[in-house]
Each structure stands twice: as C-alpha cells, then as structure tokens.
C-alpha cells in the first residue's frame, strides 16, 4: 500500500505564499522509482495540472499557471515533495492533490498516476 498525505493548505491574502508538502510512505513503496505530480480541483472545474518532479528531482515541469510562481522539489531521502507558491491569486483557490506514477517518463494526465493523497485546500482571499 501506498499512502499520500498533503499538508500546509490554508487561508493566504492575495499576492501571498503557501508551502505544500507530500510525505510518501508504505511498505514496499520505493519512493525515487516515481514521478510526483501535483493538480488542482476547483469546484466545479476538471483536475489541472499544476507540477511534477522526476523520481530523483532532476527533471521538473510545470503547468502555464505555475510557470514564474511555483517551485516544486523533492527530498529522497524524507520521502516528500514540496510545492512552494508564490504570488498566489484567488484562482489558485483550489484542493491541491499530489499523486504518484512509477517510473521517469512524464505526464500531466492525472489518469496516469496511480496514487492519490486526499487533498488540502488552499483558499485565497482577494
């Protein structure tokens, strides 16, 4: 089994930031054999992609509406994944999710990932 836990949503102003975290754990999960991607769903709104990292953090990507404001990282050896947001607007208001594909090929199709953590809102005031 393979568990994600999202932590460090909350309420943030405008032009504001706010950390992410992704801890990764399970027993036979081998954490840097993954891609970890991060999405965001808004009500009413389809998942969107928002970052992914390669499974030993060489390769980063990002989707147009993290481009200049976010920063995704990673660190082996404590199993979690970072996303760090910058100049946040309300719509960045979102539940924010990262996920898990095994292997280094990229992908921001949230079908292709195969684990899913339960979400952390972040809301962000005007």
């Known amino acids: 089994q393979v568990q994600l836990v999202e932590s460090g949503g909350g309420l943030v102003q405008a032009g504001g930031s706010l950390g992410l975290s992704c801890a990764a754990s399970?027993?036979?999960?081998?954490?840097?054999?993954?891609?970890i991607g991060w999405f965001r769903q808004a009500p009413g709104k389809e998942r969107e992609f928002v970052a992914a990292i390669s499974p030993v953090g060489g390769n980063v990507y990002y989707g147009e509406s993290a481009k200049g404001r976010f920063t995704i990282s990673r660190d082996n050896a404590k199993n979690t994944v970072n996303l760090q947001m910058n100049r946040l607007t309300p719509e960045d208001t979102a539940v924010y999710y990262c996920?898990?594909?095994?292997?280094?090929?990229?992908?921001?199709?949230?079908?292709?990932?195969?684990?899913w953590g339960q979400g952390t809102q972040v809301t962000v005031s005007s």
């Open positions: 996920a898990a594909r095994p292997g280094s090929l990229y992908t921001s199709r949230p079908q292709m990932y195969d684990y």
């Open positions: 399970g027993s036979t999960f081998a954490f840097t054999s993954y891609n």
